[in-house]
C-alpha cells in the first residue's frame, strides 16, 4: 500500500513539473521558489521604506508573513484579519490533495477545488486534475452519458383559426407536428378549448404514444392544463411543458393551409373542408424537403404505400381484386422466372392472371398490351403536390413546377424569395 501511495506521489510531482516547465507565469511555487520568497520578504521588511527596491515593495504589498505550527507561511496581505490563506508549494500538493480527496469521498475537481480555495491561495484546478488522474478509484468510475434534449420525443401544437369559413360546427384546426421530422397530424374542432385539444391527444396517443415533450406556440399555461385534463385519462402520464419557440406556424403558413384546403375542396367539388383534412394531412407529410426525404420517411423509416400501383386488364372487375389472386399471380410469376431463365420474365405489367380471363391473356399478353391493358392510376402521385427547389426565379423548364404546368407554393425553394412563377391560388383571388 505505501509502495503504491509513493509511486502515485512520484507520478504526481513528475506530471506537475511538466506542466510548471510548459508554463511562464504559474501561481503554484516550487519548495526552491517558495523558500526565496520568503528569505526576500524577511529581508524587504528589515530595510528602511525609502530605501527599498520597487520590487520589494510589490513583494510585500502582496505578502504577509506568518507562524503557523512552527513553520513560516506566506499569506496574502490582509488575510491574516479576515481569514488566513496561505500559499503552498509544489511538495505539499499531494499530501493537501490526498486528505481533501478523501474527507470528500473521492469528489470531483470543481468539488476540491471549491473546499480547498477557503484555505490555500495557489491551489489550481490544473493540479487537481492531476491528482485525481493518479487516483485508482476515480479511474474506475463510468463516466456518464452527454445529455440532450434531442434524443427525447418532441410534439408542438397549434391551431389554424377557419371562423370565417367555418364547416358547420367547425371552427378550428388543430396541428400536431413532431418537432425532429415535421410529420403533422390534423383534426377538425369546434373550438380551441382545452377539453377538445385533450380527447383528440388522447386519440392520437392511442395510435402513436405520448411525447416525452409537449409544447405550444403560445403561453405554457395552455400546455400545463392540457397535461391536467389528460391525467383524467393516464393517471401516470408524465409529459414535461416545452420551452417557448418561434412558431412554426406563423401567418404566411395558415393562410397557404388555407388556400390549400379550398383548392382540394374545390378539386374534390365540395364545401366541407373537413372532409377533405386527412388527405390534406398526407399531401404534405409526403413532401420532399430540401434532403429529398419526406416528414413520413422520416417519421415511420419507410415510404407510404397507397394501393397498387400495377398494370390491370381491361375485363378487370374489382371484385377480382382479392389475396388469393395474388398470391395465385405470384406463384406463376416466380416459378416463370426459375424454369425460364433465358426468356425475358413476366412483369407485373403482365398482371391479367387477376382477371377472370387470366388464361386467355396469360399467353398473348405481349401482343395484346396496347388493346388488352390499361394502367392502374397512381393514387399517391395525385395526391403528392409538386414542390421545386428553384434557385433561379423559376424561369425555365427545369421548373418541377413549371414543367407540370403549375404555379409555386410556399412550399417551393423555402430559402429564395424571388420567385416568377406564382401561386396558382393568388391568380384565383
Not at 374545390?266 to 416528414?295: G, Y
Request: charged share 30%.
Amino acid at each position: 500500500m505505501a509502495n503504491s501511495k509513493q509511486i502515485r506521489r512520484d507520478h504526481f510531482n513528475q506530471e506537475l513539473q511538466n506542466l510548471l516547465e510548459q508554463k511562464t507565469k504559474s501561481n503554484l511555487f516550487t519548495k526552491e521558489h517558495h523558500d526565496e520568497l520568503i528569505r526576500e520578504y524577511i529581508d524587504a521588511n528589515r530595510k528602511l521604506a525609502t530605501t527599498r527596491s520597487p520590487q520589494e515593495i510589490r513583494l510585500l504589498n502582496k505578502f504577509d508573513l506568518l507562524r503557523l505550527e512552527g513553520t513560516k507561511r506566506l499569506v496574502k496581505r490582509g488575510s491574516k484579519f479576515f481569514g488566513t490563506r496561505f500559499f503552498v508549494h509544489s511538495g505539499e500538493l499531494f499530501r493537501i490533495f490526498e486528505k481533501a480527496h478523501h474527507e470528500l469521498n473521492h469528489a470531483s475537481a470543481k468539488k476540491m477545488f471549491d473546499y480547498l480555495r477557503s484555505t490555500y491561495m495557489n491551489i489550481t484546478m490544473e493540479s487537481i486534475t492531476l491528482y485525481i488522474q493518479t487516483c485508482e478509484f476515480c479511474q474506475t468510475k463510468k463516466s456518464l452519458k452527454g445529455f440532450d434534449s434531442r434524443q427525447f420525443s418532441k410534439w408542438l401544437i397549434g391551431f389554424v383559426d377557419m371562423s370565417n369559413s367555418s364547416d358547420g360546427d367547425y371552427r378550428y384546426i388543430l396541428k400536431y407536428q413532431d418537432v425532429c421530422t415535421k410529420f403533422c397530424i390534423f383534426k377538425p374542432l369546434k373550438g380551441n378549448d382545452v377539453e377538445q385539444v385533450a380527447e383528440n391527444l388522447r386519440e392520437i396517443f392511442g395510435w402513436l404514444g405520448a411525447p416525452q415533450i409537449l409544447g405550444y406556440e403560445g403561453d405554457r399555461e395552455f400546455v400545463e392544463n392540457v397535461k391536467e385534463k389528460l391525467k383524467e385519462f393516464y393517471n401516470d402520464l408524465k409529459i414535461i411543458t416545452g420551452k417557448e419557440e418561434e412558431s412554426c406556424q406563423n401567418s404566411e403558413w395558415k393562410n397557404e393551409l388555407k388556400k390549400l384546403l379550398t383548392t382540394l375542396c374545390k378539386n374534390r367539388k365540395t364545401d366541407s373542408w373537413a372532409k377533405v383534412i386527412p388527405e390534406l394531412q398526407f399531401m404534405l407529410n409526403t413532401i420532399e424537403d430540401h434532403d429529398q426525404c419526406t416528414p413520413y420517411e422520416r417519421f415511420f423509416g419507410r415510404k407510404p404505400n397507397f394501393g397498387l400501383n400495377i398494370a390491370l386488364p381491361k375485363n378487370f372487375k374489382t371484385e377480382d381484386l382479392i389475396e388469393e389472386k395474388l398470391e395465385q399471380f405470384c406463384r406463376q410469376y416466380l416459378n416463370t422466372n426459375s424454369n425460364s431463365s433465358k426468356k425475358p420474365s413476366t412483369s407485373f405489367n403482365d398482371s391479367a392472371i387477376l382477371s377472370d380471363d387470366s388464361d386467355a391473356h396469360v399467353g398473348n399478353s405481349d401482343s395484346d398490351t396496347d388493346e388488352s391493358e390499361e394502367t392502374f392510376p397512381n393514387l399517391h402521385r395525385s395526391m403528392s403536390v409538386v414542390v421545386c427547389h428553384c434557385k433561379t426565379g423559376c424561369t425555365t423548364k427545369r421548373c418541377s413546377c413549371l414543367a407540370a404546368n403549375s404555379k409555386c407554393s410556399s412550399f417551393c425553394h423555402r430559402q429564395e424569395k424571388y420567385c416568377e412563377n406564382r401561386t396558382i391560388i393568388d391568380d384565383d383571388e
